[in-house]
């Protein structure tokens, strides 16, 4: 027995297998190599599988990305199909419409893939790196924190309170990125922290 056997291969030669048997039960023995000869090979049996989750809502179905090209070699991998991951247990493999539709979603012409800005006085956005990004969220954060966190009430009792910015984190994650999410933005002390499934 192949212990290596993929989901994939063993529904393709589960039914391979059915039709040579009934073939072989009619009296065309030999007509079971040819009809195991001509299965097509699967569509998506050279691509690349990733696992991710799915953007849209906070039930975070786990899904299945296929794509071509090795980004390892410096190639651009092109996203071929998506669909639910039988083996995560949010989903069992289902999506609903949204989640079914996201290949499209990836590839519209209008997604962001880059952060982008719009400074003090512009009317318009710019791209802008990511180091750049992650830079100015990291300043203005250390910034305002400095000023503004209230390290005790009226009692003198210490609360660490900092209730000036606030966060508001994706619902699209797994319950380690949830944890670790919620981990940063309490120990900062941010009181107003909100989640996009409510917004
Ligand atoms: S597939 Fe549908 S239910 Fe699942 S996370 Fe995406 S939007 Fe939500």
Not at 29 to 47: D, M, S
Not at 89 to 100: E, F, M, Y
Not at 183 to 192: P, T
Request: proline letters at 2%.
């Amino acid at each position: 027995m192949n212990l290596d056997l993929t989901r994939r291969g063993f529904l393709k030669l589960a039914g391979t297998g059915a039709a040579a048997t009934t073939l072989g039960a009619m009296g065309f023995g030999a007509a079971e190599a040819a009809t195991a000869a001509h299965v097509r090979q699967f569509k998506l049996a050279t691509t690349t599988e990733t696992r991710n989750i799915c953007t849209y809502c906070s039930v975070a179905c786990g899904i299945i990305m296929y794509s071509r090209g090795d980004l390892a070699a410096g190639e651009h991998a092109e996203l071929l199909h998506i669909e639910g991951d039988a083996d995560h247990p949010t989903n069992r493999g289902t999506l609903c419409a949204k989640g079914s539709a996201l290949k499209s979603y990836v590839k519209a012409e209008t997604r962001l893939t880059r952060p982008r800005i719009r400074r003090p006085g512009s009317d318009h956005f710019v791209d802008i790196e990511w180091d750049q990004a992650l830079d100015k969220i990291a300043r203005a954060i250390k910034d305002d924190r400095d000023a503004n966190l209230i390290e005790h009430n009226a009692e003198g009792v210490p609360v660490n309170r900092w209730t000036s910015t606030g966060f508001l984190a994706a619902s699209a994650t797994t319950n380690e990125t949830a944890w670790l999410t919620y981990k940063v933005v309490r120990s900062m002390g941010i009181v107003g922290f909100d989640n996009q499934a409510r917004v």
